[in-house]
T-cell receptor
Framework: DTGVSQNPRHKITKRGQNVTFRCDPI?????LYWYRQTLGQGPEFLTY????????KSRLLSDRFSAERPKGSFSTLEIQRTEQGDSAMYLC???????????FGPGTRLTVT | KNEVEQSPQNLTAQEGEFITINCSYS?????LHWLQQHPGGGIVSLFM???GKKKHGRLIATINIQEKHSSLHITASHPRDSAVYIC???????????FGTGTRLKVLA
């Protein structure tokens, strides 16, 4: 399968714990995006990378959130001291730089209890 | 007011009906993307268009740049078309999507 993959698919954690999600983009794609989607809403932009450089971060990304793409391939999104409001689907997408179409992964559903 | 508005929010149809989902936006775009999301979260790309019309199987997407409006049509709808359909715009000068809230479609057998 050469699509975008995300792990884990589901994560249940207790409030206050740290969680980390991983996204593996399509291999030749330079751009990688993270989105968050809450129930009944469309996805909202969190951040994106061009290769290993993080070029933009949304105001939604509080200090408890950090994202990395250390070698310009896979990316991780970490949430520290999780809160119940962090419960959502976290989606990753990737695209070729010169083509704008983004291809989405299956998402990681986070539940904070 | 959201930059991307979809209508209707919910739609129930009988199998075989012709379905139209609308998307209006208020900013300049370089392209518009129609996406399908099934229960469980996976998002599938349907169409990306910047002008005119595209067709794939029973799906047709149109866009009118001057009117800032796009429609997604499903002909001869089937229960397997039941999903959330999301309109996303790629704003001019950026590579960031802005999404509509989606249209939840249920097609009854």
């Amino acid at each position: 399968d050469t699509g975008v993959s995300q792990n884990p698919r589901h994560k249940i954690t207790k409030r206050g714990q740290n969680v980390t999600f991983r996204c593996d983009p399509i291999s030749e794609h330079n751009r990688l995006y993270w989105y968050r989607q809450t129930l009944g809403q469309g996805p909202e932009f969190l951040t994106y990378f061009q290769n290993e450089a993080q070029l933009e971060k949304s105001r939604l990304l509080s200090d408890r959130f950090s994202a990395e793409r250390p070698k310009g391939s896979f990316s991780t999104l970490e949430i520290q001291r999780t809160e119940q409001g962090d419960s959502a689907m976290y989606l990753c997408a990737s695209s070729l730089e010169q083509f704008h179409e983004q291809y989405f992964g299956p998402g990681t559903r986070l539940t904070v209890t | 007011k959201n930059e991307v508005e979809q209508s209707p929010q919910n739609l129930t149809a009988q199998e075989g009906e012709f379905i139209t989902i609308n998307c209006s936006y208020s900013v300049g775009i370089s392209a518009l993307h129609w996406l399908q999301q099934h229960p469980g979260g996976g998002i599938v790309s349907l169409f990306m268009l910047s002008s005119g019309k595209k067709k794939h199987g029973r799906l047709i997407a149109t866009i009118n740049i001057q009117e800032k409006h796009s429609s997604l049509h499903i002909t001869a709808s089937h229960p397997r078309d039941s999903a959330v359909y999301i309109c996303a715009i790629l704003t001019s000068g950026t590579y960031k999507y802005i999404f509509g809230t989606g249209t939840r479609l249920k097609v009854l057998a």
